[in-house]
């Protein structure tokens, strides 16, 4: 399918080193053919014993008509926050960013909204010239993990030094963590989702409703996240859907990892107690918290789950995106909810897809790592070809358990490993939904077969 006049639109599926969808009669690239050869191997890997998707910020992030109708990812969030110009493409991260542009003036130290604050003037002075810490460094402009990193560093340092003269950079670096943890804090629960734009939502519903059908004999799937964001959970509720998130009570919800086990299921013969399990289950764990959960002590299980209003003015029991995570995640409930992880993908048979992810979570990489060791085990990641790092150690192994998928989308500003595609165009279609495209695929042939030109009319002229 072509974009721009001359371009040809092409994206891969690697299985190790062979590329599914490449051409193998020097034919040229059909988007739609290609599209079509995903999703039928992707119908076996979605109904394999064990099934897990973990997603990524990436999940969370859609733009329509050139407008965010979900969170930004880390680039464009650290970008924000430190009051940087919108950067795009691959060479944003390679072009360095002055001083000059990076230190707005005291006026705009508060966002327009007011629900959060920057950086102010003294703040970058006091970090810069205290520490040498300077927050206009290139690192930063696109990269809100590295920042706080280093942030969470120099605390662990300041926290345990006697002089004097450090007091104030500690006082800044506090601060500064306080606001980049109340900012993701607003842009998890504040955006167009929250003001009744319901496009992000609806690409979450067709993404449940499509696993859904899954064949009930099997296992339940289980979706893993590390976004804080609900968008799961709303997409589950609209859409009447049964799930597990580790909680259980009514009128006061609570984290006990036990509910993990439990399966909900349906009675089918009172006399012999024969039960079906619910076809539409789901398993939900949320490895890095939610913004609508809070710690009250006094009770065996201390983490609730309240409305986004009430926990507003409450400690949010997340991990926020800092490589600190690798420590954090051994406290609980994270000790829990990443346990529920590890033994899932190593099970026997188990295919792990990984969508809006790019390998940026040591913790979450080694248990990845670890199931790999498995035989039987099967990684579905859905990322840019070009990404470095992990996902192109992984990719130079050349091992076909791991599929990649990724590359340009059928329109121009679409990209094939987006969330958005796969639960669109990759994921198999509902048996509804197959039938209405079956009776399409035959009108449209009858149609351009009726727009030919009959060899008995042709005579008769």
């Known amino acids: 399918m072509a974009g721009e006049e001359g371009s040809v639109r092409e994206f891969s599926f690697l299985k190790g080193a062979e590329n599914i ?95 959060f604050e920057r950086p102010s003037e003294e703040e970058r002075r006091v970090l810069l010239q205290t520490l ?24 662990f340092v300041l926290r345990r030094s006697s002089s004097e003269a450090l007091k104030p950079a500690a006082q800044v670096v506090d601060s500064l963590i306080k606001k980049v943890t109340k900012f993701v804090t607003v842009r998890c629960s504040s955006g167009a989702f929250s003001q009744g734009d319901d496009t992000l939502v609806r690409l979450y519903q067709s993404f449940y409703r499509k696993l859904s059908y899954r064949d009930r004999t099997l296992p339940r799937p289980w979706v893993f996240t590390t976004n804080y964001d609900l968008f799961s959970e709303t997409a589950m509720d609209r859409l009447g859907m049964p799930y597990c998130n580790g909680f259980s009570g009514t009128v006061e919800r609570r984290f006990n990892p ?59 029991v997340m991990i926020y995106p800092t ?65 470095p790092g992990i996902p192109k150690k992984l990719r130079d192994l050349n091992d076909p358990r791991i599929w990649f998928i990724g590359g340009d989308g059928p329109e121009d500003h679409t990209r094939a490993h987006y969330f958005d595609i796969f639960v669109e165009r990759f994921m198999p279609e509902a048996p509804g939904d197959k039938v209405d495209t079956a009776v399409e695929r035959v009108l449209r042939e009858l149609i351009a077969r009726g727009n030919e030109p009959d060899g008995d009319e042709e005579h008769l002229s």
Request: hydrophobic share 40%; aromatic share 10%; glycine share 6%.
């Open 323 to 387: 490589p600190m995570k690798q420590n954090a995640s051994f406290g609980s409930p994270y000790s829990d909810l990443f346990r529920e992880f590890q033994a899932r993908v190593v099970k026997e048979q188990t295919v792990l897809f990984v969508v809006g992810y790019s390998f940026g979570d040591e913790h979450v990489n080694n248990i990845i790592f670890q199931a790999l060791t498995i035989p039987s085990f099967r990684l579905v990641a859905l990322l840019s070809p070009d990404t």
């Open 258 to 316: 036990t509910t993990y086990r439990y399966a909900l299921a349906e009675q089918l013969d009172l006399t012999n107690r024969k039960w079906a399990a619910v076809d539409s289950f789901i398993y939900l764990c949320k490895l890095h918290g939610s913004i609508n959960w809070v710690e009250e002590g006094g009770s065996l299980f201390p983490i609730r789950e309240v409305t986004v209003d009430q926990a507003q003015d409450a400690d949010r």
């Open 21 to 115: 969808v490449a051409s193998k009669d020097g034919s040229a690239f059909q988007w739609n053919v290609a599209a079509t050869r995903v999703r039928e191997n992707l119908h076996d890997a979605l109904n394999a014993k064990n099934l897990a998707f973990l997603f990524g910020s990436g999940c969370s992030s859609v733009v329509d008509g050139g407008t965010q109708k979900g969170i930004p990812t880390m680039g464009p969030l650290a970008g924000e926050f430190l009051n940087v110009p919108s950067r795009s493409g691959d060479a944003a991260v390679a072009n360095a960013v002055t001083a000059a542009d990076m230190i707005p003036p005291l006026s705009t130290s508060t966002s327009p909204k007011g629900d």
């Open 132 to 155: 040498g810490f300077d927050l206009a460094s290139a690192e930063f402009a696109n990269n809100l993990e590295r920042l706080m990193e280093a942030l969470y560093s120099f605390q």
